[in-house]
Nanobody
Framework: VQLVESGGGLVQAGGSLRLSCTAS????????MGWFRQPPGKQGEFVAS???????NYADSVKGRFAVSRDNAKNTVYLQMNSLEPEDTAVYYC???????????WGQGTLVTVSS
């Protein structure tokens, strides 16, 4: 499974960005798709996820500001990020996992920088 992210960049606080992640390769049985991030000098953290049934989950720090969605026909997951804060600055990674397996597949990451 290959994951390719796009959509990162520089934005002012209060602005919006949309990240995309497209999966290719052997993508059958991919049930979990989500986003993690690693702020500069900090550990990685969970951001949001969506499973094949459509259920979503969010970190408390992004609830009400970020929205994850999925287009199964395009094998793509999106992360709409609104009301961005400088604390959202991080490298954002897309992740995918097959049903009933523990191995995650990862994208290369895309940098989001929020200026104050």
């Amino acid at each position: 499974v290959q994951l390719v992210e796009s959509g990162g960049g520089l934005v002012q606080a209060g602005g919006s960005l949309r990240l995309s992640c497209t999966a290719s390769g052997s993508i059958s049985s991919i049930s979990f798709m989500g986003w993690f991030r690693q702020p500069p000098g900090k550990q990685g953290e969970f951001v949001a996820s969506i499973i094949s049934g459509g259920n979503t989950n969010y970190a408390d720090s992004v609830k009400g500001r970020f929205a994850v969605s999925r287009d199964n026909a395009k094998n793509t997951v999106y992360l709409q990020m609104n009301s961005l804060e400088p604390e959202d600055t991080a490298v954002y990674y897309c992740a995918a996992r097959r049903s009933l397996q523990v191995t995650y597949y990862w994208g290369q990451g895309t940098l989001v920088t929020v200026s104050s």
